[in-house]
């Protein structure tokens, strides 16, 4: 199948983490009219197939794929990596300890990088890695406490609309 050729002026982001609220939000407003740079073609994309709940026009594709395996994500991001110019990251797997989220949240966005850097040539030019609260919710260290660690429970989850 034959590639389609890019527009070069327009901006094409990969938002990794898009059924997420903040991926949620970062998408429309890159489908905004407003939007700086815009106008954007915005591919959504998240581990689990699209929410019920999920507008179906906010972002132009909506992809699924296993970032931690690297074979699946190659499959589902080679056909659009020509395409990609901007990855915004939003995706967190949180895992048993702080050493498991290290090794699993790395070797996703490593996978995914790379598999965007494999089209020949490619237009990635801007990675921008999100966090917020769902990232620092983990045990936190209060010296009040001295060596004990209070767990947070993290306000939302992502499958919450």
Not at 98 to 126: D, G
Request: charge should be negative.
């Amino acid at each position: 199948m034959e590639q389609e050729v890019p527009n070069t002026n327009t901006p094409v982001a990969l938002v990794v983490g898009v059924t997420g609220m903040v991926g949620l939000s970062l998408a429309e407003a890159l489908k905004s009219p407003t939007a700086l740079g815009g106008p954007w073609k915005v591919y959504g994309s998240a581990r689990r197939p699209k929410p019920t709940w999920f507008p179906s026009s906010t972002p132009d594709h909506y992809i699924t794929f296993d970032a931690l395996n690297f074979d699946d994500t190659l499959k589902h991001l080679a056909p659009i990596a020509h395409e990609i110019t901007h990855v915004f990251w939003i995706a967190i797997q949180v895992r048993e300890n702080e050493e498991s989220n290290v090794a699993a949240n790395s070797t996703m966005l490593e996978n995914v990088i790379k598999s965007l850097k494999s089209a020949t040539p490619s237009r990635l030019c801007h990675i921008t890695l999100q966090t917020g609260t769902k990232h620092y919710m983990a045990p936190i260290f209060d010296p009040v406490l001295g060596t004990q660690l209070v767990h947070h429970e993290p306000p939302f989850h992502e499958d919450v609309p």
